[in-house]
Nanobody, 121 residues
Framework: QVQLVESGGGLVQAGGSLRLSCAASGRTFSSMAWFRQAPGKERDFVAGRWLGGIVTKYADSVKGRFTISRDNAKNTVYLQMNSLKPEDTAVYYC????????????????WGQGTQVTVSS
C-alpha cells in the first residue's frame, strides 16, 4: 500500500523558515511535487522534482525562497522554505506520480494528508 506522509508544518513569523518532509512508503517514485491550498482557493503547484531529479521547477511566487530536495535512502522528499511570507499560509500537500513533469495537480496519483503552514505578519 502506497502512503505519503507529510510533516514539518507549523506556525512561523514572516521571514522565518520551515522544512517540510514527505516520506513515501510502498514504492519509490521518480516524480514528486509539492502543492498548496489556501482557504477558499484552488490547489496550486509549488515545486516539483521529476524524473529522478533531472527536472525541477518552482512556482514564480516561491522561486529563490523554496528548495525541493530528496533523500533517496529514506525515500523522502523535502521542501525547504525560507523567507516565508503571510501569503505562503496554506495546507501543503505532497504528491507523487510516475512519468513526465507536470504542474497539474490532477495528473498526480498519490497524495499525502497535508500539513498546515501558517505565517504570521
Amino acid at each position: 500500500q502506497v502512503q505519503l506522509v507529510e510533516s514539518g508544518g507549523g506556525l512561523v513569523q514572516a521571514g522565518g523558515s520551515l522544512r517540510l518532509s514527505c516520506a513515501a512508503s510502498g514504492r519509490t517514485f521518480s516524480s514528486m511535487a509539492w502543492f498548496r491550498q489556501a482557504p477558499g482557493k484552488e490547489r496550486d503547484f509549488v515545486a516539483g522534482r521529476w524524473l529522478g531529479g533531472i527536472v525541477t521547477k518552482y512556482a514564480d511566487s516561491v522561486k529563490g525562497r523554496f528548495t525541493i530536495s530528496r533523500d533517496n535512502a529514506k525515500n523522502t522528499v523535502y521542501l525547504q522554505m525560507n523567507s516565508l511570507k503571510p501569503e505562503d499560509t496554506a495546507v501543503y500537500y505532497c504528491a507523487a506520480r510516475e512519468g513526465s513533469a507536470t504542474t497539474m495537480w490532477g495528473e498526480y496519483d498519490y497524495w499525502g494528508q497535508g500539513t498546515q503552514v501558517t505565517v504570521s505578519s
